[in-house]
């Protein structure tokens, strides 16, 4: 039997080569992150499964769920266990993630100051089989470390998010998707989205994605019009021009959710 010939080789080859200049396919399973305009831009469509997503941010806290709770919810409804939250800056609020689709009882979250026992219930986590998701909140690991969860991730088909500061931009790491946010200096409305890393070109110019859910921005409207109502009718401000439209939202107040709750007080 001959061999076979250069050019079939090279037709087949071409199948599974990446260039450079190219967004690359994802080469395991995806989430969808729930935001169109940013799967557009990732492997795949959606976060990796299996594999290290490193998000970096100026404050450890602030853009995290709005940007994947549409994931963490869809990543519940297919499993069993928990999400792990390890190392959390602070106490997650049950009731306003319970809104989004992320049910209290799915959260798990292991509270560590010291950097050593962060990343040993990070990997002990990973292991776990029925683990939904794992985030993890590590300033200060290393490069050496955070290869040896992204290997844990691999190994488990696991999805992870480390969390770490801006500062970390310019190190190396072996995440396999890199992205820094930060609050859009045009628009306080809108999160800056960077990907810093990825199986394909550099972005040229960052994504912008709602820092708020509709539900979250209407409730903010809502109360910033009602202060300006009171405050106009007290004689602080002058009156509202012709044309100006006042919505009233049909929230009965022994209904009002938790999470309407911190935005009217707002």
Known sequence: MGLPSFDSFSSSARHKLWRGDELGLADGQVIGTGHAALDAQLPGGGWPVGAMTELLQSAPEAHAWQLLLPALAQAVQGS????????????????????????????????????????WACEQALRCADMAAVLAWLPQARVGELRRLQLAAAQHDALLFVFRPDTAAHSTSPARLRLQLAVCEEDATQIDVHILKRRGPPLA??????????RMAALLAASQLRRKLRQQQEGGLPPMTEGATVVRLGLHPEKVHALDRIALAA
Do not use: N
């Open 80 to 119: 069993t266990g928990p999400v792990a939250l390890i190392g959390a800056p602070q106490e997650p609020f049950g009731p306003a993630l319970a809104a989004r689709g992320l049910p209290v009882e799915a959260l798990l979250w292991i509270r560590s100051e010291a950097p050593a026992a962060r990343l």
């Open 205 to 214: 110019s960052p994504l912008q994605l709602p820092a708020r859910s509709e």
